[in-house]
Nanobody, 122 residues
Framework: QVQLVESGGGLVQAGGSLRLSCAAS????????MGWFRQAPGKERDFVAA????????YYADSVKGRFTISRDNAKNTVYLQMNSLKPEDAAVYFC???????????????WGQGTQVTVSS
């Protein structure tokens, strides 16, 4: 069983930056791929980024490439999402997720955090 707790959300002006963190429980963190997804009101949960267990491989949605960076610290059981040049359309609840392999499909992930709100003012 893996428990995930996100933090770092908040209100930021357009063009600003935020760093989200996701702390995971369990001794097998490095064996889990991690993903970030987001969901705006009335919309589906969309893929944002994913990272392999070793951290070597990363994947991004086209909408965030060049602006967001996913990383992980396996010694701290934590995955991060650095978000730069934020836009109003980035506003959403951001969720981290974990499972055996990386995927952009939300249904592939068994474990989910509770989410953290990101609000971007224009």
């Amino acid at each position: 069983q893996v428990q995930l707790v996100e933090s770092g959300g908040g209100l930021v002006q357009a063009g600003g930056s935020l760093r989200l963190s996701c702390a995971a429980s369990g001794r097998t963190f490095s064996s889990n791929a991690m993903g970030w997804f987001r969901q705006a009101p009335g919309k589906e949960r969309d893929f944002v980024a994913a990272i392999s267990g070793s951290g070597v491989s990363t994947y991004y949605a086209d909408s965030v490439k060049g602006r967001f960076t996913i990383s992980r610290d396996n010694a701290k059981n934590t995955v991060y999402l650095q978000m730069n040049s934020l836009k109003p359309e980035d506003a959403a609840v951001y969720f981290c997720a974990a499972d055996r392999s990386t995927s952009s499909y939300s249904g592939s992930y068994r474990y989910w955090g509770q989410g953290t709100q990101v609000t971007v003012s224009s």
